[in-house]
């Protein structure tokens, strides 16, 4: 097996198929713009601290498990995983008590109980449909590709989907259970992971509180980069050749099939196979010519896309004892903070916002006695904002969290900022309007609806990544990649693979 094969980009899904193609034995190049591995879970120092860029939630311990020992490999042999206890603190707007959820069942029952009399018993009962359509999912759909419709709506969805929820939506499913805003909050929060709100969101992907509640909320020591260096090294050992700083500017196309690429610098790469990790947005419209793409723009320009993020990298130069490893602030109007960001785009008045204190479990990340921390606030994508309106919005965010969060005195000790969002994604990462996570996980962007991971146009080239199946998420792009994997080998099963 020597045929040739290019994967455009080295985000997870590009490092993932680069892995999975050498393993099998084709000689593979990865062309990634950046002068970093990774995408978006990208990473970059400054004055004495190490900022993961992107994810920082690692969950469903079992996906990545069964990627490494797809590649003959052990975890534990890469990565120093530590589950964290509690798994994160919920801070409640104009609420002086927060919340720590720990994922463990007893804990966390009797958390809710005090919340809400009787949410105990119904926790439990949701928690196992939750299990349920995890298993489900894993085994059955999201590692099957699909062609045709009747792919998807087979015989176990139309008699299983009702059981499945795939067909209702998520806020109001979850309203069945919990009656209090808090709850429903807490159980709800994990579509913004997914791009979407929980008022669009199918209420099957409640299979989310599954992985925080039930598996349980894991770290890397050392940081989320981690994961990208133990997904290097096992494609370079098996033989990838890994080239940073080498932006692709065409896919090259010769009687409808592709042979290769075309750099920026004017260097050609052959292939037989050409993958693409980078958004297929900008794959299908930036590198292909107008005749060989799927889709027109004018489909692009009427999906959904994913929010962006208005993020802040910083250095605080003491101890912060109010925060855990990963903090949540949710504020008390819910549906606005989503309608802010899919109907009536513009910056939010009172943002639900996510800290990470990655230093609390990792004095290498920080010098001693400092705070690194990451803010990130969903926002629409596709906003412009000068950088006048950047150091107001970051100001506003900074007082709200001291206020909220009870961090006095925050802003004083900040020594280093660093403000990324819209237009940093899309330069960095061709990110279709700026988006963080690409398309949303609607219902009509999910499974058959997604687009999928095979050009239509052009023979032998193949996307992978958020954009694709199953969609966003680290763990579920080393699905897409064994999605694509199993696309380019004919295999239709739809359990994950036992070996390669
Ligand atoms: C802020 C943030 C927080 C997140 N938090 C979490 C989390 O906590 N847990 C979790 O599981 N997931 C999280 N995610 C989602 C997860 O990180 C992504 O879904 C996943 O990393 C995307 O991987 P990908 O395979 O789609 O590739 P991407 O990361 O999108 O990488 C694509 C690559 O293609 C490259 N590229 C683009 N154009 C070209 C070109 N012309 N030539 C060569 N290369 C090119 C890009 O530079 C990039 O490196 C988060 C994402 C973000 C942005």
New binding site residues.
Partial sequence: MNKKVVV?????????TAGLFAKKGYEVTV????E???????IFESDGYRFD????????PDLFEHFFSLMGERIEDHMDLVRLSPSYRIFFSKDPKPLDIHSDIAVDSATFEAIEPGSAERLRAYLKQSEYQYEVATQHFMYKNYDTVFDFFNRRVMTEGQKLSVFSKMHAFVSKFFKTRKLQQVMEYTMV?LGTSPYEAPALYNLMSHMDFNQGVFYPQGG?YELIKALARIAEKNGADLRTN????EIIVDSGATKG?M??SKEFVEADIVI????IQ??ET??LGEKWRTQPQKYWNKRVMAPS?F?MYLGVKEKLPNLIHHNLLFSEDWRKNFDDIYKDPRLPEEPSLYV?APSVTDPSVAPEGRENL?V?VPIASDLQISAHEKDAYSEKVLARMEQEMDLPGLRKKIEYKRI?TVDN?AA????FKGT???LAHTIWQTAIFRPNNRSKKVKNLFY????TNP???????LI??ELVYKRVHGIKSAEPLASI
């Fill in positions: 455009i980009g080295a985000g997870i899904g590009g490092l993932g062309l990634e713009k950046n970093n591995l990774g995408g978006r879970a990208n860029m992107g994810p920082s939630w690692y969950l469903a992971f989320f080498s932006p692709v500017a690429v750099l920026e693409s990790n980078a958004d900008f794959t930036k590198l993020a993020i990470c990451f990130l990324y994604f960095d990462y061709n990110a963080a996570l690409g992978v990544g958020a954009g969609g966003i998420g680290t763990q579920i792009c897409s990649a």
